[in-house]
């Protein structure tokens, strides 16, 4: 005998309780599978509004403005380094903003830097052009997608690969800072080692430190606060370069460890892992 509960009316009524395109997760409360309906507002508005500043940055390139493009790559990531962090404050996780954040990071810090790198270097080399292109925007790809899989099962203090902020930092970094030189031979070299080399090092094993591990709430000697104040005082005076120096040699930091690491160990060292 077939219950009210499972019969075919009792699965239309519920269904009925959906409206239509409505998102619904479900999570666990105190052990027992809860469905829930709607999505958190302010983490996500936060995630849209990355989002648009990566899209903005495509558009701006595509009309040559080439240096609000790199800014607004910049508060792609200012952006995104606050929705994560609005979440757990506010106690506002969800699957769907974790989906949501990823593709809009695929948008912001792989398409973006790619294209506008494109746009203002990479376009006159034709196919070898778009082909460097398309190498830092699948790593951008593969490196998200691998990262998503790897959470709660590496070490926190590293990243596995350049992580694709950082990335784009320095793709945008390299773009705000020579905008105004004339194309030339030595530029689009520098242009095709730095986004080919970017997208190389995103998908690379190499540790990278995540500074994760950084105490932010305990006391500090006065005299940090003014090395604070000074660095904004040096990126205030000319961010274009200093910020594409500062990812720059963050991004050439994982190489420089692991070829250091590799030669303390010595070449007849096969003990070490």
């Not at 829930?36 to 390139?61: C, D, E, H, Q, W």
Request: hydrophobic share 50%; aromatic share 12%.
């Amino acid at each position: 005998m077939t219950s009210k509960k499972d019969s075919p009316e009792a699965e239309q009524s519920s269904d009925k309780d959906l409206t239509f395109g409505e998102v619904v997760e479900e999570e666990l409360v105190e052990g027992a599978p809860v469905r829930r309906k709607g999505i958190y507002l302010l983490p996500n508005a936060l995630t849209t509004a990355s989002l648009f500043s990566g899209f903005y940055a495509i558009v701006a390139a595509a009309n040559g403005v080439f240096d609000n493009a790199a800014i607004a790559i910049f508060v792609s990531m200012i952006l995104d380094g606050l929705d994560g962090r609005v979440a757990r404050m506010t106690n506002t996780q969800s699957k769907f903003g974790e989906e949501y954040d990823s593709l809009a990071d695929m948008v912001a810090f792989g398409v973006a830097p790619g294209l506008v790198a494109f746009f203002w270097s990479l376009n006159y080399l034709d196919q070898v052009g778009w082909a460097i292109t398309f190498i830092y925007v699948a790593g951008a790809a593969l490196r998200l997608a691998r990262f998503n899989t790897q959470i709660g099962s590496v070490d926190k203090k590293f990243f596995v690969g350049l992580p694709s902020p950082s990335a784009a930092a320095v793709v945008a970094g390299l773009v705000w800072c020579f905008h105004e030189y004339e194309p030339a031979t030595w530029l689009t070299l520098l242009t095709i080692i730095v986004v080919g080399g970017a997208g190389v090092l995103m998908v690379s094993n190499i540790l990278y430190r995540s500074f994760k591990d950084l105490d932010l709430k305990g006391r500090v000697p006065f005299a940090a606060i003014l090395v604070v104040v000074l660095i904004f005082v040096v990126i205030a005076v000319d961010p274009g370069t200093v910020l594409f120096l500062i990812f720059l040699v963050y991004a050439l930091s994982g190489p420089t460890r692991a070829l250091m690491r590799k030669g303390r160990r010595g070449p007849g060292d096969k003990s070490a892992s």
